[in-house]
């Protein structure tokens, strides 16, 4: 087993690639998890605790993973709004994904910045997803997240991060 340490970048894109599986072969969330994030979580569990965040990085992959899409139906509607004639089924999968993702993580986890978050799953997109997927996941999670901290809906605390 390796020793190297597993960042919280690659906890993203396996929990993506994770989701996209279960997406794809309909199989359920434990089926997947135990197929593709068993071995990785086993590894987290043995790291060297992640000092400064609220979760262990074992519990920041499974709870990305088993809720980034509880609130779905939501999330499309936000995005709906934001992407102006666009159906919601005519965005690829990939990019709803890393939408549904990048905003469960802005709204749960408290002490990751906004910044930090969008970036990650640019990065991600830009990896996984098509050349202009970028700038289309970008624009939309941007406004979203506008209008987000505008009606207060998220909390950020933690060392140098603030509410507003």
Do not use: C
Not at 24 to 30: H, N, V
Not at 37 to 46: A, F, G, R, S
Not at 127 to 156: R, V, Y
Request: glycine fraction near 4%; aromatic fraction near 10%.
């Amino acid at each position: 087993m390796s020793t190297t340490p597993i960042s919280r970048r690659q906890i993203r894109t396996l929990v993506f690639q994770a989701l996209y599986a279960r997406e794809i072969s309909g199989e359920s969330y434990d089926e997947v998890f135990q197929k593709l994030l068993e071995e990785t979580w086993q590894k987290v569990l043995l790291q060297k605790p992640n000092k400064g965040f609220e979760l262990s990085d074992a519990d920041f992959l499974k709870t990305l993973y088993y809720n980034s899409l509880t609130d779905r139906e939501l999330y499309d509607d936000w995005i709906k709004t934001k992407a102006a004639n666009w159906e919601i089924h005519r965005i690829a999968i990939l990019d709803r994904l890393l939408m549904y993702m990048a905003l469960y993580e802005i709204l749960h986890f408290h002490d990751v910045p906004v910044k930090v978050s969008l970036n990650e799953y640019l990065e991600i997109a830009k990896e996984f997803s098509t050349p202009k997927s970028n700038h289309f996941i970008n624009g939309i999670l941007d406004n979203i997240q506008h209008q987000l901290k505008a009606e207060g809906k998220i909390e950020k605390r933690g060392r140098g991060l603030r509410t507003n």
